[in-house]
């Protein structure tokens, strides 16, 4: 094989570029703009390519001398052939000429795979990221078919799938030495909050989650990711009155707005870290919001709200992993609380009722005054006097319990008045943009390795100001030194070998 010549790949680039202006010049007058446009895409393809063996003569085939010697002293002798491997770029293939070196018995090494970090696959970092853009919001069959359609690109569904799962390796590391958002971007209080939401997966996954079923027991076929964000929001101090009929009544709060010529200066979430993870242990999740949350507040002085649905083992593990924290708030998502009082209501006036509504946007209110245990109370009292179907008894009951097991959460005067948030909107977000859009759908089966790298990745996608981006970089660099830096270090020969051989 030859070296690639930095003349002849000039030759093939003004050839490819002549014949895009050939290409404009000839059909400017016959197609659309939209054609011309396609047209010019697909000739700049060759080109781009052309550019590449360019950069390839220029950067050499990796000779460092004869001969070089390892630190063990033995000796690996320059091969008079070229050995060429498979560049995969955004452009198309390239058979990169590289000299070799090696000794009998022994792999050959590549000066040059360290010298250009070409990655261990045949496939480039940049065309790898690009995948990934891809598979994170495409089923991975149709992305391959965007990248025929796109780029004259043959990737089989199998590798778009392999380099997803292959790609977050570096996803914890990039976080750890990734800087927090500068602080005048940031919100007065930090807030973490979790939730869960169920990822479809193959039968061979699914018969997992449930070996022994109950009388009366479905198979699962979902098993839960837990989902997590981190980010600041500025204090605002409501009313109980305004954010009740905010949440029972939008639009007669946005009338009133309207009428008093208010505008809707609800405090927009900063920063916000999402992340999602099926595969591993809810505690190792939290322990990744804690690190993130430190990470923004290294003295851990600032105001933290937590914020949780009614499940009361997250509330167990999330009041642990924050106990060292100054100024923490646990705080009950106050949407629950309103889905507790419209099964309430439900069970008390006619569905869907105007009568209905009014009871819980009047319980609401007290709820949000701090008087909890008026409203258990006067359900209870409720229960004892009122003759109701053992239905409707039973759905009264599990609202009560719920506000009693939650009671020390619910302390909504204080939140309020301190301008904290008291909505899961950020993390039931999430649960949506990083979860069910890519994974849910028609015919949408995952193995937990597949599921575990899309969600890390879509985690990445949609933190911050796409943090997937800064991600591409840093995981190349990462690769370099798992491929490179920690391999053993050759070192030319000395010039009196040299000179002797």
């Not at 006097?385 to 719920?402: E, M, Y």
């Not at 977000?429 to 069910?436: D, E, F, I, L, P």
Request: aromatic share 8%; with cysteine; glycine share 8%.
């Amino acid at each position: 094989m030859e070296a690639f010549d930095v003349e002849a790949s000039i030759a093939e680039g003004e050839e490819a570029w002549q014949a895009l202006l050939s290409f404009v010049r000839e059909t400017a007058g016959q197609l659309e703009a939209h054609d011309a446009e396609k047209g010019i895409f697909k000739r700049l393809l060759p080109l781009g390519l052309a550019a590449l063996r360019l950069y390839f003569a220029e950067r050499g085939t990796g000779e460092v001398g004869p001969a070089v010697e390892r630190e063990d002293g033995e000796v690996l002798l320059r091969e008079g052939q070229l050995r060429d491997r498979d560049y995969f770029s955004l452009f198309g293939k390239l058979a990169v000429p590289r000299t070799c070196y090696r000794t009998v018995g022994e792999p050959g090494i590549f000066p040059l795979d360290e010298q250009a970090n070409l990655p261990a696959r045949c496939y480039s970092y940049f065309l790898q990221e690009w995948m990934t853009l891809f598979a994170v919001e495409h089923p991975f069959k149709e992305s391959a078919g965007w990248f025929e359609q796109l780029f004259d690109l043959d990737l089989a569904e199998s590798v778009l799938i392999e380099v997803a799962k292959e790609a977050p390796k570096d996803y914890e590391a990039f976080y750890t030495q990734e800087p927090p958002p500068a602080a005048e971007t940031e919100g007065e209080i930090l807030v973490v909050s979790v939730d869960g939401k169920g990822v479809p997966m193959i039968k061979a996954e699914a018969a997992k989650l449930q070996a022994k079923l109950g009388t009366g027991e479905k198979r699962q076929k979902k098993k839960e990711a837990l989902v997590g964000v981190c980010y600041t929001v500025n204090r605002k101090e409501r009313t109980a009155e305004e954010l009740a009929e905010r949440l029972i009544d939008p639009e007669a709060a946005r009338a009133r707005r309207k009428r008093e010529g208010q505008k809707d200066d609800a405090p927009k979430a900063q920063n916000v870290r999402r992340l999602a993870s099926l595969a591993r242990p809810k505690q190792e999740v939290l322990e990744s919001l804690i690190d993130e949350a430190t990470r923004r507040d290294p003295a851990r002085q600032r105001p933290l709200a937590v914020l949780l649905d009614g499940a009361l083992g997250l509330w167990s593990l999330v009041r642990k992993g924050f106990e060292g924290w100054a100024n923490v708030t646990f705080v009950l998502d106050i949407m629950h609380v309103v889905g507790y009082l419209w099964v309430a209501a439900n069970a008390l006036f006619r569905e869907g009722s105007e009568e209905g509504k009014q009871w819980v946007q009047a319980k609401l209110v007290q709820i949000l005054r701090g008087r909890v245990g008026y409203v258990i109370g006067s359900l209870k009292q409720t229960v004892a006097k009122r003759k109701l179907t053992p239905s409707r008894r039973a759905a009264l009951g599990s609202v009560i319990r719920f506000f009693h097991n939650h009671r020390r959460w619910m302390q909504y005067d204080e939140y309020l008045a301190a301008g904290l948030p008291v909505a899961t909107g950020v993390v039931e977000s999430a649960c949506g943009s990083v979860v069910k859009h890519r994974m849910e759908g028609e015919g949408k089966r995952w193995s937990l390795d597949g599921a575990e790298a899309i969600l890390a990745l879509r985690s990445l996608k949609k933190s911050q100001d796409n943090d997937l981006r800064k991600y591409w970089r840093f995981h190349a660099q990462q690769e370099r030194a798992r491929r490179y830096t920690q391999r053993p270090h050759y070192q030319p020969l000395a010039e009196e070998w040299r000179r002797a051989a």
